[in-house]
């Protein structure tokens, strides 16, 4: 097919047609989905951002309770796209499972604008005085947020592999580009995030928060337009297995079955299709790993392979030839079983992420009140929203992601000879250690607050501390930098080293990860004020900021960050990068055992 300039990796049109690797995809389909991504971002912090402010003064929640229902609306938008990555892997495709969801996404957003802007929807105040919600007043408002969360669901994890799509690793040049695409796709998000964050966020405290709203709706709405006129430039992986998440739990049932046979001497001697299979059927073959096994350092620069005897590997029974399988069903494959181990060790990894995720939580909870609580003005009439402060956290990205592409990355890649500078799991480890560094930050900043209020002797939760909202700038820049590490890396982490019919699946490790980790601080607040306001006592999050000891809690979050970080040291030096590659050369394909994690990250246009 590469003589008729087809693509090499068999992507077709939307009819099921092939396409030509000339007119179609590559950045001249992806800036159509680019587009998108910016004003869904656009979207979603402006609600993120804030939503712990109109909780707290348009339906008059308590301080924790707002935390609360922000952590578990947030943690629902990220964990929804499990299904999501399900229906599209195993049933509709990422197109129409995209174009189903933002559908449902859009609808939510309308929905919420109307729960803003209608007055019979909202609380009435008299004379200063506001009620509190009514019931039916909360029901529409949570269900617009959380139609919101159900359409996120099949958008977050295929748009952006949908994109990562639109490239053929067939093709070397097209492989290259892929590299750099996940930068330029979170690049986007950033820039969504802060015209959120500087402009949306500002109009909803000072020009109505349906205003505040309905301008990212709209743009929502413009961008599907223009993701649609891309259609015809768009490439779709065709699924080459029936039930992707059902080889997981075939070699699952397989091994065990076969738990009592022995194995052979040699890996070589598992059951696997011949490579011919692999070329005619454009798959790629996962040559055998010894799992949680490392030759090397912490964070070794090549990870280098020497197999154990078979006998130590029990998912390598699932491909043994003469076990028992059926005269219908045959043994699993070697590349099958090592989908299964790229699962359970990608696992690991997103277990370490959990705490970190937690973190990130608050810059949209406790950072955002903290800031509420201190001299927002600029001059002498004009005054910031707390949440704008987060804007910080995007402008920092911006900044560092062509720093760190263009200068950080050179630099280290004539020091390691890794053409990316340093591997995948070094970069998310790097991010973590910022982010500790950012929350030992918070907590200093939290204990001169306090300092402030002794000396001011400031009791009431509405009085402004006279110390600027800026103090909390470094700690909202250093995990803006600490993401560029680690959010971008796990992205294309979990992208890259998920089984090939499972990516948008794998995917959702990361945002799965975002999910529990807001869930997670919704868990930890809650009792964390259960516990310290027992019997009488001064709560480290009550009602008034003012009175509590959020410096507590901030010293907590640091100590089991620094527990973490631990634990992801011995995680990722136990992980085994999978080993496949496919190059195409003068129309023939060859197979060669290649580390993934070697592939050039650049921003490349």
Known sequence: ?????????????????????????????????????????????????????????????????????????????WMMPILGAYVADSYMGRFWTFTVSSLIYVVGMVLLTM????????????????????????????????????????????????????????????????????????????????????????????LGWGLGYGIPTVGLIISLF??????????????????????????????????????????????????????????????????????GRLFPQHVLVHDPPANQMFLDKAAIKEGK????????????????????????????????ST??????????KQGTTLDRHIGSSFEIPAASLSSFVTFSMLVSVPIYDRYFVPLLRKKTANPRGITLL?????????QIVAIAIAYVV?????????????????????MTIFWLMPQYVLIGIADVFNAIGLLEFFYDQSPEDMQSLGTTFFTSGIGVGNFLNSFLVTMVDNITGRNGGKSWIGKNLNASHLDYYYGFLLVISALNLLAYFGASRRYIYKKESVEVKEGSVELEAQVVDTIPLGLQV
């Open 226 to 295: 223009i993701f649609y006129i891309g259609t015809p430039m768009y490439r779709h992986k065709v699924r080459k297995t029936k039930s992707p998440a059902g080889d997981l739990i075939r070699v699952l049932v397989t091994a065990f079955t076969n738990q009592k046979h022995p194995l052979p001497g040699h890996p070589s001697e598992l059951y696997e299709y011949e490579l011919q299979h692999y070329i005619n059927s454009r798959k790629r073959r996962v040559y055998h790993t010894p799992i949680f096994r490392n030759s």
């Open 426 to 434: 070094q970069r998310v480890g790097i991010g973590f250690v910022i």
């Open 359 to 368: 973190i990130w939580a608050q810059i949209n909870t406790l950072f955002v």
């Open 446 to 466: 939290e204990i001169k607050r306090m300092h402030v209020i002794s000396v001011h002797n400031i009791v009431g939760p509405k009085e402004i501390v006279p």
């Open 115 to 206: 729960a803003v802007s209608f007055k019979f929807l909202k609380p009435t105040c008299v004379n200063g005085v506001c009620n509190k919600a009514s019931t039916s007043q909360i029901a529409f408002f949570y269900t617009s947020l959380y139609i919101i969360a159900v359409g996120a669901g099949g958008t977050k994890p295929n748009i952006s592999t949908f994109g990562a799509d639109q490239f053929d690793d067939f093709d070397s040049h097209e492989k290259k580009l892929k590299a750099s695409f996940f930068n330029w796709w979170m690049f986007s998000s950033f820039v969504g995030a802060l015209l959120a964050t500087l402009g949306l966020v500002y109009i909803q405290e000072n």
């Open 1 to 77: 097919m590469e003589d008729k300039g087809y693509t090499g990796d068999g992507t077709v049109d939307l009819h099921g047609q092939p396409v030509l690797a000339a007119k179609t995809g590559k950045w001249k389909a992806c800036s159509f989905l680019v587009g998108y991504e910016a004003f869904e971002r656009m979207a979603f912090y402006a609600i993120a951002s804030n939503l712990v402010v109109y909780m707290t003064t348009q339906l008059h929640e308590d301080t924790v309770s707002s935390v609360r229902n922000v952590n578990n609306w947030s943690g629902l938008v």
């Open 325 to 356: 399988t059926s005269a219908s069903r045959l043994p699993c494959t070697v590349t099958q079983v090592e989908g299964a181990k790229l699962i359970l060790q990608m696992f690991m990894i997103w277990l370490v992420t959990l705490i970190p």
